[in-house]
């Protein structure tokens, strides 16, 4: 059986009003050689008869039955993952691009083999605002990111991304005791090695919907302390690593605390 170019991976937990969002702007797209992993995170609401909904052989939905978080979520997507390359979309994004796949792939088709991902510039709305990811202050955009990724500058948007699954397969997949962030420990993993290619074109919507955002920024700063201490060999190398880690591991935790004190004066 010939196996896919592409697995698109999709998280989803409690997302029935976004999904069809995301699904379709996968099946609109122009190259059409993939297979679409949805892993479907014990979902309480309606969220796996949405999906259920889509006659597409293409399409393969798995569910937990209990909670695990994203990070075991797009592990349990990649052990099943049939392509040659690995697209990541979170189910409350899409891709605004109809021709995303189709570029993306063909600079990786074309790339030599220290090049292990592409990415592409999104658009994130959050609140009324209206940001772009990377931002224009960042210098450095493709070749080799270690030392910019390692000083926490973020600016590679998972939505974003097609990776070579030979990459993943060597440097491993999301560290699932990491409870936010993630993806920031797989690109220092992948930068040490490989090379990265940007596209300057969006290609991808984002949409921040807060949840607990006062739970959120502490495990964020958990996230930084324990990526800080996987990488702490090499980034102790470069004290502006280590500063930038420290920064944001405190900017977390006291944004945490700060949004806390307004929701009990707000009660």
């Not at 021709?99 to 993306?104: C, D, S």
């Not at 590679?156 to 993630?182: C, M, Q």
């Not at 420290?246 to 949004?259: D, E, H, K």
């Amino acid at each position: 059986m010939k196996h896919p170019v592409v697995s698109v991976i999709i998280p989803t937990y409690n997302r029935e009003a976004f999904i069809c969002r995301a699904i379709d702007s996968v099946r609109t797209q122009t190259f059409n050689d993939w297979e679409l992993i949805i892993v479907d995170d014990a979902s309480s609401d309606k969220t796996e008869s949405v999906i259920n909904n889509y006659d597409d052989n293409r399409i393969i939905s798995i569910k937990h039955n209990k909670n695990f978080g994203p990070a075991i979520a797009r592990n349990t997507a990649l052990k099943r993952a049939k392509g040659r390359y690995i697209a990541f979309l979170d189910s409350d994004d899409f891709w605004c691009s109809r021709n995303k796949l189709k570029t993306q792939i063909g600079i990786l088709m074309n790339s030599s083999n220290r090049v292990g991902c592409v990415y592409s510039k999104t658009r994130q709305f959050k609140n009324e605002k209206k940001l772009y990811f990377p931002k224009e202050n960042i210098k450095k955009k493709e070749g080799f990111l270690y030392k910019s990724l390692s000083r926490c500058q973020y600016f590679i948007h998972l939505s974003s991304v097609v990776i070579k699954k030979e990459v993943l397969d060597r440097v491993g997949y999301f560290d699932e005791n990491i409870p936010a962030t993630a993806e920031l420990d797989v690109w220092l993993r992948i930068s040490k090695n490989y090379s990265f290619c940007y596209v300057n074109q969006c290609h991808v919507h984002s949409f921040f919907t807060p949840g607990s955002i006062s739970t959120k920024r502490f495990l964020r700063a958990k996230a930084m302390v324990l990526i800080l201490k996987k990488h702490r060999k090499d980034l102790s190398k470069d004290i502006f690593s280590l500063y930038m880690f420290f920064f944001n591991i405190i900017r977390y935790v006291l944004s945490g605390i700060l949004i806390k004190l307004k929701l009990k004066k707000s009660d």
